[in-house]
């Protein structure tokens, strides 16, 4: 029997869920790109976390980041190669609750809002 699968911590959603070529495209060439598989184009690509560190982000070994990582890359290569439309949807992994003192990739937008409310609060005493 497999291991079960463990949920991946990823930061927020993308701001963006489809994507579409200029000349349109049918349904039928779709891709479907997990969130998990999202976020680790985010940190490696965007953020520049090395595959140790998005594991350790993500609470997942870096050899599952490197398999996640592959299949995101295949799916952005046919999307731009072939001129699919890329959907980003489902997968296996859980919000960021915006509990944790630190945010892994710095970017969080909860962190970042908490952080404002913060310093704004210094200010005013």
Known sequence: MPRPRKCR???CLPKVSEFMPSGGASDEACVVMTVDEYETIRLIDKENFSQEE???YMHIARTTVQQIYDSARKKLAEVVVDGKILRIEGGDYRLCDGAETTCGCGGC???RCRAQVLNKDKGDH
């Open 109 to 111: 937008p909860k962190h």
């Open 54 to 56: 998005c594991g350790k």
């Open 9 to 11: 911590k990823v930061c």
